[in-house]
């Protein structure tokens, strides 16, 4: 008995210290936004500011989680109605010009490609 009250009392333990880091991440991106703020304020040279400063606070995460949603949808459904999910598409898809589904999945990706690249600093 002893064992599972200390093997609890370690997962809490664990998880308390894993949420007061994700806090103080939280608080040291909240300081670094409000410094890139001032910087690009004071900056009239710099472009997209304002982008700039979502992407540092992370305030397009929820239309990230929503899209990458509607991406995974398609997925969970063929696998619980594959027949369903492959006729919905191949109809939908094949009213569709090539040109369109390339470049329309072309363009999310590099949006998604350049908004990631560009919050890990990789981009400039």
Do not use: C
Request: zero cysteines; aromatic letters at 14%; glycine letters at 8%.
């Amino acid at each position: 008995m002893n064992f599972i009250v200390s093997a609890l009392v370690d997962i809490g333990r664990n998880w308390f210290s894993s949420w007061q880091a994700d806090q103080e991440n939280a608080r040291k991106v909240k300081a670094a936004a409000a410094e890139s703020r001032a910087r690009l304020l004071l900056d009239q040279q710099a472009n997209n500011h304002e982008w700039e400063i979502r992407a540092l606070e992370g305030r397009d995460a929820w239309l990230r989680r929503l899209s990458f949603a509607a991406w995974s949808a398609p997925l969970l459904w063929a696998y619980f109605d594959p027949h369903g999910a492959a006729r919905y598409f191949n109809e939908s898809l094949a009213a569709l010009p090539d040109w369109y589904v390339g470049g329309y999945l072309g363009i999310t990706g590099a949006i998604w490609g350049i908004v990631e690249l560009k919050s890990k600093g990789v981009l400039k």
